[in-house]
């Protein structure tokens, strides 16, 4: 004979999974060549929804909502709110201490990120202020961003 309470458990623990899952992460689709090598046109990744910048470190790829073009994009995390950010040559600069994990290409500019917002580039540097990082569309609100690839 059929347990009911038990399959109801199962049913109700399950369900409580799959919309816990629902709440907390996202799957999504790579699209584009912005971010490669790294990242795949095609590839499949599972986002953690979260805006809290404690779970950000600088290098995270995240996705935000891009207003442009309505639709979520995935960029690298450079520098966080009130960071002095400068590029020389493409070598970074926070805070005037030198950042040697990445290279921009040959560009120079210097910013100072606003409160409540990140700067992103993309890993495709032959992209990179062609497409929507902040090297083309300036800083990412907090309130955009989406989460952060699951590692």
Known sequence: MLNFKKLMSTFVNNSFNIIYFKKKYIKIQISGKSMEPNF???ETYILRKTKSI?????????IFFCNIHNKL???????FPDENLTVKNG??????????????GTINFN??????S????????KTNAKNCDS???????????AGKIFS
Do not use: C, M
Not at 54 to 62: G, K, Q, T, Y
Not at 73 to 79: P, V
Not at 135 to 145: A, V
């Open 91 to 104: 070598k970074i600069y926070i805070d005037n201490n030198f950042i040697d994990s990445f290279k921009l």
């Open 73 to 79: 994009h995935l960029k690298r995390l450079l520098a």
């Open 118 to 125: 990140f700067f992103t580039f993309s890993d495709n540097f």
């Open 135 to 145: 090297l083309s569309i300036g800083p990412i609100k907090n309130s955009q961003i």
């Open 40 to 42: 795949q046109e095609g």
């Open 54 to 62: 404690n779970l950000f470190e600088r290098f995270d790829p995240i």
């Open 111 to 116: 910013i100072i990120v606003s409160k409540n």
